[in-house]
C-alpha cells in the first residue's frame, strides 16, 4: 500500500494578532485603535448571480456570475475608556470637549453618510516588522457599520465591537475595495 504525505511549509503559516489603524476622512495620519479582543475577522465575499436557461430546466445552473463585493472586517476595541475610539465606531455621533473630560452624544443623524465618514482602514501582523508591508490588508474606504453591544460585568473585560463595512473606493478605474500586501506596489 502507497503512502501520500503532503506538502507542508510552517514558515507560509500566520499565528498573530493585528494592528487596527484608521484614518478617517480628513485625517493626515492614522490612528493606532489599540488593544483588540476576540480575533480580527476579515470576510471577503463576491457574491454571485446563477445563469439559466429553461431549454436546460429551471434549477439547471450554466454558470455563476459575479453580482457585486461584499467585504467586512471585524474586531473588538478593548480600550474602551477612550472616548476617541468611540467616534470611530459610531462614525454618526459627534464629540464634544477633550480628553479625558470628552463627551460622546448620540443625536438623530438622518440621513448621515457612510461613505461621507470612510476612510482608510489598514491591518498590520504583529509578527511581522513594521517596515515589512507584504502582509498589510488594506481597506480604501471602510466605515464603521455604528452599532455595538457593551457589557460591563465582573466576568469579562468590557469591549466595544466594530463591523468595518468596505465601501468601493471610485476614484480608481476599476473601483477598489481592498488588497493584500505592500499597498506602494499599486498606484493609486
Known amino acids: 500500500m502507497a ?11 500566520e499565528l498573530t494578532p493585528m494592528r487596527v489603524s ?17 480575533n480580527v475577522v476579515i470576510d471577503i465575499k463576491y457574491p454571485k448571480a446563477d445563469i439559466k436557461a ?15 463585493t ?15 475610539l468611540w467616534k470611530v465606531v459610531f462614525p454618526h455621533s459627534t464629540e464634544a470637549g477633550t480628553a479625558p473630560a470628552d463627551t460622546i452624544v448620540f443625536n438623530s443623524m438622518v440621513g448621515d453618510s457612510d461613505l ?39 466576568d469579562g473585560q468590557a469591549k466595544l465591537k466594530i463591523v468595518w463595512n468596505v465601501l468601493p ?10 488588497m493584500y500586501g505592500d499597498r506602494s506596489l499599486v498606484s493609486p
Open 116 to 154: 461621507a465618514n470612510a476612510g482608510e482602514l489598514l491591518l498590520h501582523p504583529l509578527s511581522k516588522a513594521d517596515s515589512d508591508l507584504n502582509y498589510d490588508f488594506t481597506a480604501f474606504l471602510a466605515c464603521g457599520s455604528a452599532e455595538s453591544q457593551i457589557t460591563y460585568g465582573p
Open 70 to 84: 461584499v467585504i467586512t472586517v471585524t474586531t473588538e476595541i478593548a480600550e474602551v475608556q477612550d472616548k476617541d
Open 3 to 13: 503512502v501520500s504525505y503532503a506538502t507542508v511549509d510552517s514558515t507560509k503559516m
Open 54 to 68: 429553461d431549454q436546460m430546466g429551471s434549477d439547471t445552473v450554466l454558470d455563476r456570475r459575479v453580482k457585486g
Open 169 to 178: 473606493d471610485m476614484s480608481t478605474t476599476p473601483a477598489r475595495f481592498f
Open 22 to 38: 484608521f484614518q478617517g476622512s480628513g485625517a493626515t495620519a492614522f490612528t493606532d485603535l489599540g488593544g483588540t479582543l476576540s
